[in-house]
């Protein structure tokens, strides 16, 4: 029997259809759109786009009517313009490569300006106090003949330097003249980092004068020194990735300077501002590769920050710092090659990790599940789009691109003992990914991995009964590297107790035992024949812990046990973790309690 219930497909923090619209995004971002939308229709050349944009930092006032938002923002970072500029001057006219060299040209070259070296003497701040370019004057806290503004700065640089270069083992940008030169100036960006010598691997960076009228942040000091922090922290960023790999990356940089922000500065979350658009938070279905269908220049960009954060936040900070070590040594492997590396290192294949993230995505706002997902909750602006609500019972069928997931969101459950069931049939090619986000009436709640046969079919049946649901949210990934997108049907109904009970099933995970437990337990479960199965254990995230047999079973009964260790041989921390029994077509999980 089917229960009325509400089945919807979401592409974000609201329940929304389609991606970005341009009417939905503000000043800069807006400004982005128009101008890939314009080089995309052929009305304008991919040199004049790139001469608009440093007009749009630089030279407002040049910008043609078409291009100027109602409400100019400053965009995030300059250096991606830079990077481009640098890779394609020799393809420029002489007008365009001129005209951007003026823009980069040091600030108030006709005027003396003041220098200041940092207390770390790293490096040397240049600043006016008059003109155009002028920092802020007041010099009160300390009343040092140094202008507050600069002070600050320099303290932020100096613990950005410590954070990136000394803790966190990054590369150490060179000196000019004996200092890391800094200089301020007024534009319609954070700050850039620009290119000195490249042989030398040499760079400066330039910050904005004042940081006045820039969107708010979190940060305890207010948004004009939380700009500020994390500007330094992002552009010098950039600084240590040029001398480790001469910006191989593309924009995977400015994705990784932005997960450095949180890394240094955890308070501010200035980026939460930006990852509106179209990050994986907000818009799973846009690849994470922005450049669809290819598998050696996709590239990530600042709102794809997520992406770094979610690793961090599973593999500790050293994973990123183990990435540039890598990639000292591996400039020309596309990024994504270079994360899934990585990641394999660490003991995850590419396929679990991304499903993984995707559920880590999924939990945010009003989706939210206690202690999952995205740490921080980012307070996004609304959008104009509305629901898409499908026809009961609940059958969709959809596609999903590479690199990019599809939110489908159930709720509205009866008070009944029925419970949750789940059918779904992918394309025979590609890699795709299913979990649930399995949401409580009081918000707590789990995720769990719901495992694809090799053709990409599955058949999933919640414990739960129905009327202890808030909402299921199934999560449908495409971790496949290249290719195009990938169809898929899903069948979401609620089926009674006693029809799930006369289904073959091929074996029974009995429980474990003691439960709870320290050091060990116990893991019982049999089979009515002999198949082959794989024994796991998962956290509440989806992550695998421990693989404790993969391989072929004997019919009749088993127990396994579990010491409490991952697959690296650590001890893991007390909390709850899913026992999980899969064969070719069924799987069966349960909770074990691990308490210290």
């Not at 608009?52 to 100019?72: G, H, M, S």
């Not at 940060?219 to 020194?225: E, Q, R």
């Not at 994504?336 to 995850?348: C, Q, V």
């Not at 609500?389 to 596609?399: E, H, L, N, Q």
Request: some cysteine.
């Amino acid at each position: 029997m089917i229960r009325w219930f509400l089945f919807l497909f979401i592409t974000g923090g609201l329940i929304l259809t389609g991606g970005a619209a341009a009417e939905d995004l503000l000043g800069g971002e807006w400004f982005l759109h128009r101008v890939a939308d314009s080089v995309a229709d052929g009305e304008i050349t991919t040199e004049t786009a790139l001469l608009l944009k440093f007009q749009y930092v630089f030279e407002p006032d040049r910008l043609p009517d078409e291009f100027r938002p109602d409400e100019p923002t400053p965009l995030k970072c300059a250096t991606p313009m830079i990077q481009e500029f640098t890779s394609t001057r020799s393809d420029l006219s002489a007008a365009t490569v001129a005209a951007i060299d003026n823009y980069l040209a040091e600030p108030d070259k006709d005027q003396s300006r003041a220098a200041y070296v940092s207390p770390s003497g790293h490096f040397n701040f240049t600043y006016s106090t008059t003109g155009g370019n002028a920092v802020p004057s007041a010099d009160i806290d300390p009343a040092n003949g140094v202008p507050d503004y600069v002070d600050r700065c320099a303290a932020y640089m100096d613990y950005s330097w410590q954070r990136e270069v000394v803790e966190m083992s990054f590369g150490r940008p060179p000196y000019i003249s004996g200092y890391y030169p800094v200089s301020f100036q007024n534009m319609g960006s954070y700050g850039f980092t620009s290119v000195v010598n490249s042989a030398l691997g040499s760079t400066q960076i330039v910050l904005h004068n004042t940081f006045i009228g820039f969107p708010p942040n979190d940060d305890p000091d207010g948004n004009v020194l939380g700009a500020a922090k994390v500007t330094c922290a992002h552009e010098f960023k950039h600084a240590t990735q040029f001398i480790t790999s001469r910006w191989s990356e593309g924009g995977w940089v400015e994705l990784d300077a932005t997960w450095t922000e949180e890394e240094v500065y955890p308070a501010t979350n200035d980026y939460h501002n930006y990852i509106y658009g179209d990050s994986p938070v907000r818009q799973p279905t846009i690849p994470l590769t922005i450049t669809a269908y290819n598998s050696s220049t996709g590239t990530g960009s600042y709102e794809d920050c997520v992406w770094e954060i979610w690793m961090s936040e599973n593999f500790g900070w050293e994973i990123i710092r183990d990435l540039w070590i890598w990639r000292d040594t591996h400039r020309s492997q596309w990024m994504m090659h270079s994360y899934r590396d990585l990641l394999e290192e660490y003991g995850t294949d590419f396929p679990t990790a991304w499903s993984s993230f995707t559920g880590w995505n999924y939990s945010t706002l009003s989706r939210a599940i206690v202690g999952e997902g995205y740490p921080d909750a980012p307070d996004y602006p609304t959008g104009s789009a509305s629901a898409n609500i499908f026809s009961y019972p609940g059958d969709y069928s959809g596609s999903v691109e590479h690199f990019a997931a599809n939110f489908l969101y159930c709720f509205s459950f009866d008070d009944t003992s029925e419970q949750l069931h789940v059918e779904f049939n992918g394309a025979n090619v590609g890699i795709f990914t299913l979990n649930a986000a399995v949401k409580y009436n009081d918000g707590s709640g789990y995720f769990v991995v719901i495992p694809v046969d090799a053709n990409n079919d599955a058949v999933w049946t919640l414990a739960e009964p129905a009327s202890a649901l808030f909402t299921v949210g199934l999560i449908v990934g495409n971790a496949s590297f290249a290719g195009p997108s990938l169809p898929y049907d899903i069948d979401v109904s609620l089926t009674a107790a006693s029809a799930i009970a006369e289904m073959p099933v091929p074996f029974e995970l009995d429980g474990n035992f003691p439960n709870p437990f320290n050091p060990s337990t116990n893991i019982a479960f049999s089979l009515k024949e002999g198949a082959v199965a794989d024994l796991e254990v998962f956290d509440l995230q989806g992550h695998l812990v421990r693989r404790l047999w993969q391989g072929e079973l004997a019919a009749g009964p088993h127990k396994m046990k579990w010491d409490g260790r991952n697959d690296s041989g650590h001890s893991v921390s007390a909390g709850t973790y899913l026992a999980r029994l899969t064969s070719a077509q069924h799987s069966a999980t349960i909770k074990m309690v691990l308490a210290k």
